[in-house]
C-alpha cells in the first residue's frame, strides 16, 4: 500500500466536470433587524473555497498528482475569483473555459456562532450549449488528452457534462488505451456506456438505474449490479455505502470492504476524497480489492476532519500499512 501510495506522485488526472467556489460568510448575530422579523448578521470574515470538481482536484494535488482541470465556467467576476483559487491551489486550469451563456456556480453559505442559516446558490444547471461542448471537447481531445494518465469524471448535475461530451472523450481515451473512471449523478447515468469504473453510491445508483440496490440482500443487489454492468458496457463498478463500506466488482468477483470504525465529524467531501484515490490506482492498475480497501480507508479518514478538508497522504500512508 506505500508503494502504491507513492506511485501516485506525477499522475497526471483529466478532471471533467462542474467546478464551483463554496463561498463563506462568517459573524455573529445579535440583534434582529427592524425591517423585517430576520437575524442581522455582522460580518466578521469571508472565505472562498474550491467546490465540485476542484475539490477533486485538489484531494489529487494533496496525494502528489498532478491534475488538469477541465470544466467551463462564466466570464464573469466569480470566473475570475475560481481562476485565482485554481492558481493558489498550484492545480492546472488549461481546460477551463469561459462562456459569456454561463454563470459561475457559486454557493454561499451564511455563518453565525458556528451554525449555518441559510445557503445562497448562484448557478445555472442547464446543458451547456452545443457550442461550448464543442470548444471544451476539442481543448481536451486536442491538448489535454494525449499527456494525461488517467480521465476522471466528475459529475454534478450542473450541465457542463453532457452526453455529446461523455461520447467523444470516452471514444478518444479508450482509443490512447487511456482508462475512464466516473462519479455518476442522476441526469447523465446510463449515458457512461463503457468506462473503465463506475463508482455511483446506493442513492445514485437507484435514482439513475431506477431499481432497488439493497445490500442487505446481497443476491438481489449483486443481480442488480450485474444487470447495470450488462447494460451499460461497464468494466468495473465500485458502489459506496456509506457506514456499509464499500463493494468493488468486475462483474465476476465481489469483493465488499466494511467501513472502518472511527469518530465521524463530517462526512462532506468523502465522496471527492474516494473517487480521487480510486482513479490513482485505477491507472497503477492494482486489483480491485486493493483499489476499494484504500479509497475506502482515504473517505473514512476525511471523515474525521470538519468541513471539505483534503485528504492528508501521510496520515492515509500511516493508515494503509496498517492494513
Known amino acids: 500500500m506505500k508503494d502504491t501510495i507513492n506511485k501516485f506522485e506525477g ?18 448575530v445579535d440583534r434582529i433587524s427592524p425591517e423585517a422579523p430576520v437575524p442581522v448578521l455582522a460580518v466578521q470574515n469571508k472565505d472562498y473555497r474550491l467546490g465540485g ?10 496525494l502528489g498528482a498532478k491534475p488538469i482541470l477541465c470544466s467551463v465556467i462564466g466570464d464573469d467576476v466569480e470566473g475570475n475569483d475560481l481562476l485565482a483559487l485554481l492558481e493558489n491551489a498550484h492545480i492546472h486550469s488549461g481546460g477551463i473555459i469561459r462562456s459569456k451563456e454561463r454563470q459561475t456556480t457559486t454557493k454561499t453559505r451564511v455563518m453565525a456562532q458556528g451554525h449555518q442559516m ?12 452545443e457550442y461550448d461542448t464543442y470548444v471544451l471537447s476539442q481543448r481536451i481531445i486536442n491538448d489535454l488528452l494525449p499527456a494525461a494518465d488517467v480521465v476522471l469524471f466528475e459529475d454534478y448535475d450542473k450541465g457542463v457534462v453532457t452526453p455529446m461530451l461523455i461520447d467523444q ?23 457512461y456506456k463503457g468506462v473503465d469504473l463506475f463508482k455511483p453510491n446506493l442513492k445514485e445508483l437507484k435514482e439513475g438505474f431506477k431499481r432497488d440496490a439493497d445490500p442487505s440482500n446481497p443476491a438481489e443487489f449483486e443481480a442488480t449490479i450485474q444487470d447495470l454492468m450488462k447494460v451499460m458496457e461497464l468494466k468495473n463498478v465500485m458502489v459506496t455505502m456509506s ?10 468477483t465481489f469483493e465488499y470492504v466494511p467501513a472502518h470504525l472511527r469518530k465521524i465529524a ?27 480497501a484504500l479509497s475506502n480507508l482515504a473517505g473514512g479518514l476525511v471523515c474525521e476532519e470538519v468541513g471539505v478538508i483534503p485528504i492528508n497522504k501521510n496520515r492515509l500512508t500511516e493508515e494503509a500499512m496498517k492494513l
Not at 470538481?53 to 494533496?62: E, F, G, I, K, T
Open 118 to 129: 441559510i445557503r445562497i446558490d448562484n448557478e445555472q444547471t442547464h446543458p451547456i450549449s
Open 266 to 292: 463530517d462526512v462532506s467531501g468523502a465522496g471527492d476524497t474516494v473517487i480521487s484515490v480510486a482513479s490513482l490506482c485505477l491507472a497503477l492498475g492494482i486489483p480491485n480489492k486493493d483499489i476499494a
Open 243 to 252: 457506514e456499509r463500506g464499500v463493494m468493488i466488482t468486475d462483474g465476476i
Open 169 to 191: 472523450i470516452v471514444q478518444q481515451a479508450h482509443k490512447a488505451n487511456i482508462k475512464v473512471v466516473v462519479d455518476p449523478k442522476k441526469r447523465n447515468f446510463i449515458d
Open 53 to 62: 470538481a476542484a475539490n477533486v482536484a485538489l484531494n489529487l494535488v494533496a
Open 11 to 28: 499522475l497526471r488526472v483529466l478532471v471533467i466536470g462542474d467546478v464551483m467556489i463554496d463561498a463563506y460568510l462568517i459573524g455573529h
